[in-house]
């Protein structure tokens, strides 16, 4: 088969190297890729959420099949665009279709699913400019801390978490009036905190059959300890080491089981990865969200522990047929660093001369914000590559990781020296 992954980051680099180890792949293609996926397949200059320019690409490489690998694509509609058309139909596309794919889309429609569905949640209410009165007579019925969740798509910056009710009510004001993320943030669902410890849950559904991939905890903040602000992720472990075979009962029978009849149900098509946002409260799971597609950069601790042939598992969801898969998982652990550029989540340079990719032993480097400049590798994102390692524990994973960031430098390269901490 040829192949596209729409993307430019680790997931879709991450994605590239497991499909380029199947035997059905024939011609891989990336678009827009990055220096990672350069070295083992052809970057293609196009944008994800250009659907013409797609279909071009498609119909010019004979690509049997596309997996988009980013939300924007998939919540704009680029599933139903394919089956819309003629000339595209026959392809296979790795992701839900637009109306299942406002799970990730709207919070609130996920908020409304979940409820719908009985399924375990925060305790929420949404408000737009209209009501934001009536937003902070919500807010005062809350103990802090206060949860605000920008409705829309923000680059997974539009959740804030404040401790000071004044100084939420004021944030709640900047989204809604002062539109602080956009039109992402024209609506906003204000939720009750959740204490606990945090996880993703990965399924592949095919819409009617499904299989749990290996749970993964990722780090959002940029400072050590979890503080700071949130980025797009700092690094990540897998399997959990607190989701015992108990616990993770609970996440099928509670989470996984109604989500799933749930989408049958409320007849939202989806053929791909659903990741759950999950928070262990005491000895019980709760959804805090819902993305309709892999995680970054879990997908880089859970890919290499998958066995089984990527394209094949990707060949039985477009045919209906998971079922008949069986995942085969690497037992050891499997841990990422994420190296970003200096300023990261705010201000940061870009094009900064990469060194010391070629003295990395023993482990996977994925490359995010990076591209190749004149032969040279260079920085072009926030963040830049993570660093993923095996282990018979995640603490001999992880030391792994660090020992080869040693080696690697850029200018003003910063990284969390603390993932897995609260494991």
């Given at each position: 088969m040829n192949i596209l992954i729409l993307g430019s980051g680790g997931r879709e680099h991450t994605?590239?190297?497991?499909?380029?180890?199947?035997?059905?792949?024939?011609?891989?293609?990336?678009?827009?890729?990055?220096?990672?996926?350069n070295s083992i397949a052809q970057n293609l200059d196009i944008k994800v959420t250009d659907f013409q320019a797609i279909k071009t690409t498609v119909l010019a490489h004979q690509i049997d099949m596309v997996v988009v690998g980013p939300e924007d694509p998939l919540v704009q509609g680029i599933h139903d665009f394919f089956l819309n058309d003629t000339q595209l139909k026959h392809v296979a596309v790795i992701g839900p279709q637009k109306a299942a794919a406002e799970l990730e889309g709207s919070k609130e429609f996920a908020k409304e699913f979940l409820y719908r569905h009985n399924i375990p949640t925060a305790a929420y209410q949404s408000f737009d400019a209209s009501n934001v009165e009536e937003g902070y007579t919500f807010l005062d019925t809350l103990n802090p801390p206060y949860v605000l969740k920008a409705d829309g798509l923000a680059a997974g910056k539009g959740v804030l978490i404040l401790n000071d009710l004044n100084e939420a009510k004021?944030?709640?004001?900047?989204?809604?009036?002062?539109a602080k993320f956009g039109v992402a943030s024209s609506k906003v669902v204000i939720e009750e905190f959740l204490d606990g410890i945090?996880?993703?849950?990965?399924?592949?559904?095919?819409?009617?059959n499904y299989k749990i991939l290996p749970t993964a905890k990722d780090y959002k903040r940029i400072g050590e300890g979890d503080t700071g602000l949130n980025t797009g992720g700092m690094g990540a472990v897998s399997p959990v080491p607190f989701a015992t075979e108990e616990f993770l009962n609970k996440i099928e029978e509670?989470?996984?089981?109604?989500?799933?009849?749930?989408?049958?149900?409320?007849?939202?098509?989806?053929?791909?990865?659903?990741?759950?946002g999950l928070i262990k409260v005491g000895d019980d799971p709760k959804v805090i969200e819902y993305n309709v597609r892999m995680g970054d950069p879990e997908t880089e601790v859970?890919?290499?522990?998958?066995?089984?042939?990527?394209?094949?598992?990707?060949?039985?969801?477009?045919?209906?047929?998971?079922n008949e898969i069986n995942l085969e998982i690497d037992e050891r652990a499997?841990?990422?660093?994420?190296?970003?550029?200096?300023?990261?989540?705010?201000?940061?340079?870009?094009?900064?001369?990469i060194t010391g990719l070629e003295k990395v032993k023993d482990s996977l480097v994925f490359h995010?914000?990076?591209?190749?400049?004149?032969?040279?590798?260079?920085?072009?994102?926030?963040?830049?590559?993570?660093?993923?390692?095996?282990?018979?524990?995640?603490?001999?994973?992880?030391?792994?990781?660090?020992q080869n960031i040693n080696q690697l430098h850029f200018d003003k390269m910063y990284y969390r020296k603390d993932i897995g901490f609260d494991l």
């Open positions: 994605f590239a190297w497991k499909i380029a180890q199947s035997s059905l792949c024939n011609s891989l293609y990336v678009a827009p890729g990055n220096s990672g996926t004021t944030e709640l004001k900047n989204m809604l009036v002062n945090e996880l993703s849950c990965f399924v592949l559904t095919d819409g009617k509670r989470v996984v089981k109604p989500t799933i009849n749930g989408l049958q149900k409320d007849n939202l098509p989806y053929k791909g990865f659903v990741f759950i859970v890919l290499p522990r998958l066995k089984t042939d990527l394209v094949e598992i990707f060949k039985a969801i477009s045919e209906e047929r998971l499997a841990t990422t660093v994420m190296l970003v550029s200096g300023g990261y989540p705010e201000a940061y340079e870009k094009g900064k001369a995010a914000g990076a591209i190749t400049k004149n032969e040279k590798v260079v920085t072009s994102g926030g963040r830049v590559m993570t660093i993923t390692s095996y282990g018979n524990t995640y603490e001999e994973a992880i030391k792994k990781s660090y």
